[in-house]
């Protein structure tokens, strides 16, 4: 037919993220013209490819150095662990709440272009996403009509001609879709990471770990965690938490297509988290707004706890002790209490990732030894990353 309804297609460009001892920058654009962001400012760079000849010059306005990031003060240690009586909406104002900061304010410096870069390649993503769903809506009615036409015996003798009508219009719709989808599939980033093998190597030993720590039979994100004087409740637990179930996997963000594996960990109070080679990336699924975290920022913690499970018992995990629903401050039965009863105390991990910009999550894993093998892991991946900067 000839016919195009959308004038514009956008292309994103190929990301390069650039991991060194000066640490990350990324280059956009393609070779012989590119711009380099981070750190120490913004380059243009061009070259002749094959002749060895190239330029390159800050572009920016160069601004003093800021000071270092003060270190977090570690996790605090849990005890005995209960949770607080479901159903459960998690607020934002909740006490003791376990939450990061907005998405918008925990960008590192660095990594403020792939932001917006990623912040247009998701609006464009939405508003095309929007119109598959109004072209979708739209065949669907043609082609009902179409089988309207073709089931009567009046139209197929006397309306010919509306009956070609509405294959054509059919026609069209069908290549509006097709179109909008192709477009779709333009509106990410292609993400190539320049890092050495020993790097690498480290990254991919995390994600194998991850993997198993996928199949942990339950996962929570711990959402609030509040002291409670154990003399005053009648429990054994110090503290109540709220607790949320969530998955982790390996699908990557339809915004970034990373040539390594890629680990998402959903959250249920605020962004997820993606894990790439170099930086930690939060995705509000509810607006446009991400964030991008240098990992050299990021404090990850494995911490072994006791829980108090009312809930049933997950087959991973190992079954340590068992606590009265009202004790006494020895631990002991409160007999006060005629229907007390005993409640399982289950090993479980927790994992805490903070960073000094307003990371703040924690999750719970049923399998503690996943748990614990997963943040080790994790915690050499980011010493060597710190290493490198020296």
């Known amino acids: 037919m000839g016919w195009r309804f959308r004038k514009s297609v956008k292309i994103f460009p190929g990301v390069r993220l650039n991991i060194s001892k000066r640490g990350i920058s990324t280059t956009v654009g393609v070779r012989g013209a590119s711009v380099t962001f981070g750190q120490r400012g913004t380059y243009l760079n061009i070259g002749l490819p094959g002749t060895g000849l190239s330029y390159r010059t800050r572009i920016d306005t160069p601004v003093p150095p800021t000071p270092g990031l003060a270190a977090l003060p570690s996790a605090y240690s849990l005890p005995v662990q209960s949770p607080i009586p479901s159903p459960f909406t998690p607020q934002t104002e909740e006490p003791g709440a376990i939450k990061s900061q907005n998405v918008e304010e925990v960008t590192s410096p660095g990594l403020y272009e792939l932001r917006e870069l990623l912040i247009s390649a998701r609006n464009e993503r939405n508003v095309l996403l929007q119109e598959i769903q109004t072209a979708a809506m739209e065949k669907q009615k043609i082609d009902a009509r179409w089988v309207r036409l073709n089931r009567s015996f009046f139209a197929r003798k006397f309306r010919k001609k509306a009956i070609a009508e509405c294959r054509e219009q059919g026609l069209e719709a069908q290549a509006k879709l097709a179109e909008l989808e192709e477009q779709l599939k333009l509106c990410n980033i292609s993400l190539s990471v320049d890092i050495d093998e020993a790097f690498l190597n480290t990254y991919l030993k995390v994600v194998e770990y991850f993997r198993t720590l996928c199949g942990a039979h339950v996962i ?87 829980f108090l499970e009312e809930e049933q018992v997950p087959g991973d995990t190992v079954i340590v002790d068992y606590a009265w629903a009202r004790a006494n401050k020895d631990g002991s039965r409160d007999r006060r209490f005629a229907d007390n009863y005993q409640i399982p105390v289950v090993a479980y991990g927790n994992i805490s990732i903070r960073s000094p910009s307003g990371v703040n999550e924690q999750y719970m894993v049923s399998n503690q030894q996943s748990a614990e093998n997963f943040t080790k892991a994790m915690q050499a991946y980011i010493q060597l990353f710190r290493q490198m900067q020296g």
Do not use: C, K
């Not at 509000?284 to 494995?302: G, K, M, P, W, Y």
């Open 220 to 306: 929570w994100d711990v959402t609030s965690s509040q002291y409670h004087d154990p003399f005053v409740t009648r429990s054994t637990a110090a503290h109540h938490i709220r607790r949320t179930r969530v998955v982790f996997d390996t699908t990557p963000s339809p915004i970034i297509q990373a040539e390594y594996p890629v680990m998402h960990l959903a959250n249920a109070n605020g962004a997820d988290i993606y894990i790439y080679p170099g930086f930690l990336m939060m995705v509000d699924n509810r607006t446009t707004a991400f964030a991008l975290v240098d990992f050299r920022e990021v404090q990850i913690e494995f911490i072994p706890v006791g």
